[in-house]
């Protein structure tokens, strides 16, 4: 804005310019006032904008109502001990907020900032300043104020853990139920990073995924934390990244779950899981089997099994049969389902007919244990006549084995046609059979969370790994085939749990005078 002297102007130039910033003054919010100095505190001047609030300036200037007498009520005390503080100290500016009541009645908010204007000695001669209605601001605070109580009550009594974290991942604000969850007061906790308190199977799990785990906006994962009294406590953590409106990042917001109750029960549930499972694999001549599945979660929907039947015409379990089943997604319901195909496949198996019959027959036993549900399950049933050394197999919607010979180095898949289990009931399946396989021969029969597996940085696994280490280890046994690759899964997944559950089948053909 340009500077004028008032002095190089003339009268008419002067009360043009005087009544241009008066006009301002009175369409803008902002009252101007000029009052005299104490005792007097008589308003010598107030714009005429004054009459939003429902009153003139001459009202005040004639001193038909005094200024202090429009202050609520609640706020009179404390402006007059503030005003005399003031004095007393001798602060030439200052700033006051309070309500004031409009002739209508209505309280309104005010922010009223002073300056004192002071004679050539020193002498206060005037105060003069502004005052800002801040009526809708105030709200806005005291709404924002009573949803922050609102989320701190909530916060305080909330059964699950919170934690605020800054963005060194340092603790700056915890609940009472984070508290109680650990042993710690919410003193001991200020200034520590979850990292301190992570058992170190954790900690390595933090450390192997700290870039992709903060750089995801929304992410949920398990760990356990040693309590204060040193016991563990499993937790499952959702985490929030903070960002301000310019996308830098502020800090962090974890929600943690105790799982202490919910894993013990689940421990239980896969105890029992794990003991409908085979203990050994059978001894059968001229075949060195190995099986073993790991659920994602404490049980799964995975399962393998090794039965024994009799062939046509034969008095003797003649008949070696591997199954390999991969219900759809995982978790206690996928596990109740587990043990009712466990128990259907037994069943069946147990009784005669091809493996295409018994798979068919298997089948709609199961349409009425799926029906209610959106699960299916996918088979691969494979059937070994000992006395000839064939080999046939259903492939019931599940991934194709994979056969290896060593002596050629070469890779095959029995493949066939045939829907998942407990979608229709007249699903068709194909058997497939296969000559005699020559000795050194691997079949693997596995479910697709090993090749599906994802490393820190969201590959995959896949089937190539997988046959490469089916190679190296061609020369070994069926078990410790299955211990190469489940110790190449864990590396490859750095520790970090596996989204889906784990199992596999070795068969290893042997000489029969092995």
Sequence with gaps: MAEFDLHSCDSDEIRERLRLSMKIVEKSPVILFRRMPEPETRLVYVSENINRIGYS???????????ADIVHHRDQERLRDEIEDYARRDVGDYTQVYRIVTRDGETRWVEDTTTTERDANGKI???????VDITERKLAEEKLSRSEAKFRRILATAAEGFVLLDDKMRIVDVNDAYCRMLGYDRVEL????PHQLATKAFTRFLEANAERLLNTKHRTFEGSYQAKDGHLVPVLIHGNTLYDDDGQQLGFVDFVTDLTEQKRSLLLAGEVQKNLLPKHPPRVPGLDIAGRSIPCDEIGGDYYDFLTRKAAASTDNDLVAVTVADIAGHGVDSALLMATARSAIRERFASPGSLNE????LNRSLLDDFST??????????QIDRRDGHMCWVRAGHDPALVYYPADDKFDTLGGTGLPLGISGRGVFTENKSRRLPAGTIIAVGTDGIWEARGPEGDMFGKERFKQIIRQESGHSAHDILDRVYSALYRFGSGYKPEDDITLVIIKIEPLNA
């Excluded at 001669?125 to 005052?131: E, L, N, S």
């Design 57 to 67: 300036a001459d009202d005040f200037i004639e001193e038909r109502i005094k200024f």
């Design 190 to 193: 200020m200034g520590m990073s």
């Design 373 to 382: 549900t959106d699960r299916f399950m996918t088979l691969f049933a494979l």
């Design 125 to 131: 001669t005037h105060y003069q300043g502004i005052v």
């Design 358 to 361: 018994v798979v068919g027959d």
